[in-house]
């Protein structure tokens, strides 16, 4: 079970960890993370990894993951570094894995709010992702944005773009702007699978069938991806028209 919780002052999340993103380069069995916490107060912390489900509890968790200390105490303005190792599993060995870090908070209590019986404690809970790199992989992660593939396709009588990634890696992408036939959309999508495809309505396209065919062959797609630092590379490329 998560650490039990019934009392509490504001609800912030107050625990932050250093990086959005954790990384296990091709070999590596342990990783390191400074976790803060930016509260007034102190907070009791649980840490574990999972396959990302908010509602999952550690016990379900069969990530093969370690985290060292699983429980730990920070006081007001501590940090701590919190442990991840990698216990060995069998993992695909030809694109990455995705995992995530919990990080769950139960603030303290000040005295006074002991005997409160109207006070409330509000736990947060904090979730990163965990990557696992395989070696062997054919091409390095910086290889990842200009692999990507964009295109427009016709979909129920809507424009839908197409967001294909045939790498290895995950293509976590921030923002998306769409440019065609003087209209123009942003959208922020989901995280694309390594070998997959995501498909997204443009909704602010609904004339599609009065485009200048040439204007839409001549769509920019500008996108921005974040990178293993948690750095957004930006790009821009000309979206195919799909058949």
């Known amino acids: 079970m998560l650490l039990a919780a019934t009392l509490s002052p504001p609800a912030r999340a107050g625990v932050t960890p250093e990086a959005s993103r954790v990384v296990?380069?091709?070999?590596e069995t342990e990783q390191s993370l400074h976790v803060f916490n930016a509260n007034t107060w102190p907070v009791l912390v649980q840490a574990w990894v999972d396959d990302g489900r908010i509602d999952a509890v550690p016990q379900e968790s069969t990530a093969p993951f370690v985290t060292l200390p699983p429980i730990f105490r920070m006081a007001a303005g501590d940090q701590t570094s919190l442990r991840i190792i990698y216990s060995g599993a069998n993992l695909p060995s030809d694109r990455e894995s995705l995992f995530w870090l919990n990080l769950y908070e139960i603030p303290g209590l000040l005295?006074?709010?002991?005997?409160?019986?109207?006070?409330?404690?509000?736990?947060?809970?904090?979730?990163?992702?965990?990557?696992?790199?395989?070696?062997?992989?054919?091409?390095?992660?910086?290889?990842?944005?200009?692999?990507?593939?964009?295109?427009l396709a016709k979909a129920a009588g809507k424009?839908?773009?197409?967001?294909?990634?045939?790498?290895?890696?995950?293509?976590?992408?921030?923002?998306?702007?769409?440019?065609?036939?003087?209209?123009?959309?942003?959208?922020?999508?989901?995280?694309?699978?390594?070998?997959?495809?995501s498909t997204l309505e443009l909704d602010q396209f609904d004339q599609f069938d009065q485009f200048d065919a040439q204007a839409v062959e001549s769509a920019e797609v500008l996108f921005s991806l974040i990178d293993d630092d948690g750095t957004p590379v930006i790009e821009s490329v000309k979206a195919e028209l799909a058949p």
């Open 24 to 27: 296990f380069p091709a070999g």
């Open 159 to 197: 424009l839908t773009l197409r967001i294909g990634n045939p790498t290895p890696y995950y293509a976590t992408l921030s923002a998306v702007l769409v440019k065609a036939g003087g209209h123009s959309q942003q959208i922020t999508p989901d995280m694309v699978a390594p070998l997959s495809e």
């Open 111 to 151: 005295k006074h709010q002991l005997d409160d019986a109207r006070a409330v404690v509000v736990t947060m809970r904090t979730q990163i992702k965990v990557f696992m790199r395989p070696a062997g992989l054919p091409y390095g992660p910086r290889e990842l944005p200009k692999r990507l593939a964009f295109s």
